[in-house]
């Protein structure tokens, strides 16, 4: 499965690598992240599943990238059903006077986000250029009446600081764990004053569910090992088998 002994491993290599964790040595509030699932009832997500899951079986020896490609039509699908679960989520931060990043893999969902809010948000993705991305920052962390930062999670993820916001919020998911918790601390890092409530919105009874609970499984082996590299093609390959 990719991992076995990890204790002894862990026991073996604590003598001759040293790790410390930022949480262990700088004084940082607390960082809370919450899953919060849900239910999806999609007759065209049913469909749409069933499609791919019919195409997988009767060509399993296509490449990772071509069955992925076929994936995506289900993810983006379960990305436009969550917008207005996140939509609430993000409510429930403006009407707490809290600032709150929001993350996505995907286009259509941030700006619908940003089109939605766009008196109020900025947002971060691949196309703008180093000077436009900066000034986004710049908003978002000075500007009191800047509420929202929405970015993809690769364009967004590091590299810079948003420790104005007190939320970080996920509508969908990436393959790596570390993508995610990158993205977790650009709100928590040196300069947070409150705690970071990052929130996991899963539709439980999907394909996402899958990814959620295979990427939980592959931190847990980081953690355990006391590493931080893991490859992403061992995580997706590891959902497309359990999918199947």
């Not at 929202?148 to 104005?164: D, E, Q, R, W």
């Amino acid at each position: 499965n990719g991992a076995s002994n990890l204790d002894e491993l862990r026991d073996r290599t604590k003598q001759k690598v040293l790790r410390r964790l930022k949480e262990e040595i700088l004084d940082l509030p607390d960082k809370i992240i919450t899953p919060i699932f849900l239910e999806l009832n999609s007759a065209e997500y049913r469909r749409e599943v069933g499609e791919y899951l019919d195409w997988a079986n009767e060509n399993k020896s296509e490449s990772l990238s071509i069955q992925l490609n076929k994936l995506m039509k289900v993810r983006q699908l379960i990305d436009k059903e969550k917008l207005k679960n996140t939509f609430d989520l993000i409510d429930q931060c403006l009407e707490q006077d809290k600032k709150v990043i929001v993350f996505t893999n995907f286009t259509e969902p941030l700006m619908g986000i940003w089109s939605k809010y766009k008196k109020i948000s900025v947002p971060l993705y691949g196309r703008m250029n180093q000077q436009q991305r900066q000034d986004s920052v710049d908003s978002f962390q000075n500007n009191p009446k800047i509420k929202i930062f929405v970015s993809n999670i690769k364009a967004g993820g590091v590299g810079i600081t948003l420790t104005s916001a007190e939320v970080v919020i996920f509508n969908d998911l990436s393959f790596v764990p570390s993508d995610m918790s990158q993205a977790e601390d650009r709100a928590f890092r040196i300069g947070q004053k409150k705690n970071v409530s990052c929130l996991y919105p899963i539709f439980d009874n999907t394909v996402e569910k899958v990814i959620y609970n295979m990427v939980q499984k592959k931190k847990r082996v980081i953690d355990t090992v006391m590493g931080d590299h893991i490859e992403e093609e061992d995580i997706m390959l590891s959902i497309l088998e359990e999918m199947q």
